[in-house]
């Protein structure tokens, strides 16, 4: 049975779709793996050379199946990794419950062995479902203060989804992201981020910053195809490792 993992940052601009696309291309060297887009930014959908205005004008984003009785396998394009994609359409409707994607999802679960979610940078009633439907959960976390802020409230949702409907979600790991090794302040925020955690939580290596994410994401491609030898690969690369040990 495959494993769902939902990357769930409650705040944008922290490398989480970046993780999510390059951490899919990493595993899909061995594994069958799909990405879900759950944020109507559709920026994975982009960053996949994919056009989400197409796509909801078309009804052929993960909406029209959370809402109606299309299967999501109706809404899967590419291979490997695969993806259903999303769109605006996502904003304007409300889920009939937040245990539809789980449902949704069920009968994927035989032919994928690892299923992404993709999740908007706000704890919504999607995100409920996103998390309801995963076996894990990645926490993306850029060094700011404002991320530790809120990383408190992520981490109580989390527990309270646990609580309520999915007893067996359990935390993977954070991962720090944009991380200037030479700037002090980097430094200190991500020793006291492994202070804070470490005991209860994997404290993944940082993910470097480089311009060089942008390039790929302008030229549809995961950094890892891209700009194989760029810094930060070794770092998806060792991630993925981690997470197929892990399920071992």
Avoid: W
């Avoid at 409650?10 to 793996?33: D, F, P």
């Avoid at 981020?193 to 993944?204: A, G, M, P, T, W």
């Amino acid at each position: 049975m495959g494993q769902v993992i939902s990357v769930v940052s409650q705040k944008g601009g922290v490398g989480k779709t970046t993780t999510v696309i390059n951490l899919a291309s990493c595993l899909a060297e061995k594994k069958r793996v799909l990405i879900v887009d759950l944020d109507s930014q559709g920026n994975a959908t982009l960053d996949m050379g994919l056009m989400p205005t197409k796509l909801d004008a078309e009804k052929k984003t993960i909406i029209y199946a959370l809402i109606g009785t299309k299967p999501l396998q109706d809404m899967i394009l590419l291979d490997n990794p695969a993806i259903i994609p999303a769109g605006q359409s996502l904003v304007s409707v409300e889920l009939p419950s937040t245990n539809v994607l789980r449902e949704k999802l069920k009968p994927l679960l035989t032919e994928y062995d690892y299923i992404l979610i993709d999740c908007a940078p706000t704890l919504t009633r999607t995100t409920a479902a996103a998390l309801n439907a995963s076996d894990y959960v990645l926490v993306p976390i850029d060094l700011d203060i404002k991320s530790f802020a809120g990383i408190g409230q992520l981490f109580a949702t989390i527990a309270e989804v646990k609580q309520r409907g999915n007893p067996s979600l359990s935390i993977i790991g954070v991962l720090p992201t944009r991380y200037q090794k030479r700037h002090k302040h980097d430094q200190a925020m991500l020793e006291r981020l492994k202070k804070i955690l470490e005991s209860r939580y994997k404290v993944f290596t940082p993910i470097p910053e480089t311009t060089n994410v942008k390039k790929a994401s302008r030229a549809s491609q995961p950094l890892i195809r891209f700009m194989p030898r760029a810094r930060g690969v070794k770092e998806y690369y060792d991630l993925a490792e981690y997470i197929v040990n892990h399920g071992k």
